[in-house]
């Protein structure tokens, strides 16, 4: 089993800036990937971001490019979600989740999830 804790969401003024954090405990970090999701009000769930705990590698979806930036630090198991010139429209609940496959972008891939955390961007 695999435990995922999200924390530092909060509510932030459009332009600013939040960091996410996603702690990792429980089985073995190789192989797993790790994703970050969000679902706003009323509307589905979409990837955000994902990144490789054994190599790094990152993806990003369109939307946040060149605003947010997914990183992880091994030694203390915990993955991270910077965001910057955060919108009004990035308000949502947002979620670490983690698989041992390939699909980062599918939430039905996800083999864990954390409980989430709410970002409210003000304007």
């Known amino acids: 089993q695999v435990q995922l804790v999200e924390s530092g969401g909060g509510l932030v003024q459009a332009g600013g800036s939040l960091r996410l954090s996603c702690a990792v405990s429980?089985?073995?970090?190789?192989?797993?990937?790790m994703s970050w999701f969000r679902r706003a009000p009323e509307k589905e769930r979409e990837f955000v971001a994902a990144?490789?705990?054994?190599?790094?590698?990152?993806y990003y979806a369109e939307f946040v490019k060149g605003r947010f930036t997914i990183s992880r630090d091994g030694a203390k198991n915990t993955v991270y979600l910077q965001m910057s010139s955060l919108k009004p429209e990035d308000t949502a609940v947002y979620y670490c989740?983690?698989?041992?496959?390939?699909?980062?972008?599918?939430?039905?891939?996800?083999?864990?999830w954390g409980k989430g955390t709410l970002v409210t961007v003000s304007s």
């Open positions: 989740a983690a698989t041992y496959g390939s699909r980062y972008q599918d939430d039905n891939a996800m083999h864990y």
């Open positions: 990144i490789t705990m054994s190599s790094g590698i990152t």
């Open positions: 429980g089985r073995t970090f190789n192989g797993l990937v």
